[in-house]
């Protein structure tokens, strides 16, 4: 089973930008396809981005696109989100997946790490 460690939180304004990455252990990292989820306070957790393991499709949720950008280093086991334009609303605590297919439903997983908090002030 993959391990995944997220990193690259903080503290920006609006309007900033940052950029998270997801480590994970494990040869097949490749075969797998990586989303990016956030769950704000007293908020379920919810599907950001994702992309796929072979051709490296992309798919956003509509409340970021335009704004957020995944990507991932096969040879460094790792996938990216670069945010930019951040809001307010952006402030969540983010987390990265691995699956055999893009879903982009939480509960279709098991296996999360800690996640990384973003906070944007206002």
């Known amino acids: 089973q993959v391990q995944l460690v997220e990193s690259g939180g903080g503290l920006v304004q609006t309007g900033g930008s940052l950029r998270l990455s997801c480590a994970a252990t494990g040869r097949t990292f490749g075969s797998y396809a990586m989303t990016w989820f956030r769950q704000a306070p007293g908020k379920e957790r919810e599907f950001v981005a994702a992309?796929?393991?072979?051709?490296?499709?992309?798919y956003y949720a509509d409340s970021v696109k335009g704004r957020f950008t995944i990507s991932r280093d096969n040879a460094k086991n790792a996938v990216y989100l670069q945010m930019n334009s951040l809001k307010p609303e952006d402030t969540a605590k983010y987390y990265c997946a691995a699956g055999s297919a893009i879903v982009t439903t939480p509960r279709f997983y098991s296996n999360w790490g800690q996640g990384t908090q973003v906070t944007v002030s206002s």
């Open positions: 992309i796929s393991s072979t051709d490296e499709r992309t």
